[in-house]
Every structure is written in C-alpha cells, then in structure tokens.
C-alpha cells in the first residue's frame, strides 16, 4: 500500500507564497506521474499540475505563471510552489501518484487546506 503525506499548506495572504509538499512510500513499483488536484468548497475537484518522471509538465490555465510544480525521484516527493496567491487559489489540496505496475494504480493524499485572506 502507497502512502502520501502532505505537507505546507496553511494560511497566507493575497500575494504571498505557499510551498506544498508530498512524500510517497511503501511502494515497490517506480512512480510514474505526479501532481496535485484542488477542490474549493462547494465546487468540483481540478486538476491543478502534473509531472511526469522526465519532468514534463501541464499546469492549469488558472496558476500559470504563478504556480510551479517539481519533484524528487530519489525521494518519491513532489512539490508545488505557489505563488502570488489570490483567495481564489484557497482548497484543499490533494496529491496523487501513478505507478509504474503496468494497471497505472493510482494513490491520494489526505489533503492539505490552503487558504488565502484578501
């Protein structure tokens, strides 16, 4: 069983930035993709960034420009740096990973609440 633990969301103001963190363990299978998913209350859940292992990526039209999203392969750990935040952005932020097992299994954090005061 993959676990996922998220890290660094929290409370900013307009503007300011937000570093999330997500390290996976527990699996025996390399990880194929990575990224982050956002749902704010009462909406549906988006895509926010993926990342494949090569490192390329597809952000959002909504954070382009503002949100930027790496990894670690030797670390199993994705990231999202957010930037010049707008209350807009404010959700709970979800990771996932995909793996290498040939059935591209997937796995979810627990999520981590971002929100942003104006």
């Known amino acids: 069983q993959v676990q996922l633990v998220e890290s660094g969301g929290g409370l900013a103001q307009a503007g300011g930035s937000l570093r999330l963190s997500c390290a996976a363990s527990?699996?025996?299978?390399?990880?194929?993709?990575m990224g982050w998913y956002r749902q704010a209350l009462g909406k549906q859940r988006e895509s926010v960034a993926t990342i494949d292992r090569s490192g390329n990526t597809i952000v959002a039209n909504s954070v382009k420009g503002r949100f930027t999203i790496s990894r670690d392969n030797a670390k199993n750990t994705v990231y999202l740096q957010m930037s010049s935040l707008k209350p807009e952005d404010t959700a709970v932020y979800y990771c996932?990973?995909?793996?290498?097992?040939?059935?591209?299994?997937?796995?979810w954090g627990q999520g981590t609440q971002v929100t942003v005061s104006s």
């Open positions: 996932y990973v995909v793996l290498m097992d040939g059935a591209r299994n997937n796995f």
């Open positions: 527990g699996s025996m299978f390399s990880i194929s993709v």
